[in-house]
């Protein structure tokens, strides 16, 4: 049972990993082109970086979390696994998102009062 339950779980991990992810690239490029005062290429770069980083963090995460599980033997014990650790894949989501719009933030605040003393 623990071996179906690790394909569920990372076939449902890949689809939120890889969507999530694609809708951050696609969506925070304008935020890291205001960051950097409309540079294009660095900021398609710089993105390009973060999306890779994003994923490898991730399914990473996933799949050390599968170390952790116990032997399964029934089929609530299956879904239950695997409802907990999808949820341990999304808040670590939001988290590291959260975090990203913080820093976003605090970079953008310091360059406005850098320009407007």
């Not at 809708?23 to 409309?38: A, E, M, Q, T, V």
């Not at 170390?67 to 999304?90: A, F, Q």
Request: no cysteine; hydrophobic share 50%; net charge positive.
């Amino acid at each position: 049972m623990n071996t179906l339950a690790y394909i569920i779980y990372l076939f449902i991990t890949y689809l939120i990993t890889v969507r999530v992810g694609f809708i951050f690239y696609r969506n925070g490029r304008i935020f890291i082109l205001d960051l950097l005062k409309n540079d294009v290429s660095l900021t398609d770069a710089i993105n390009r970086i973060l999306l890779v980083g994003y994923y490898l963090v991730n399914l990473g995460y996933a799949a050390l979390m599968i170390s952790t599980w116990d032997t399964i033997l029934s089929w609530t014990e299956l879904l239950s696994s695997i409802t907990v650790m999808t949820g341990k894949i999304v808040l670590t989501l939001a988290t590291m998102h959260y975090f990203n719009m913080l820093v976003i933030y605090l970079i953008s605040k310091r360059n406005k009062s850098i320009l407007h003393p």
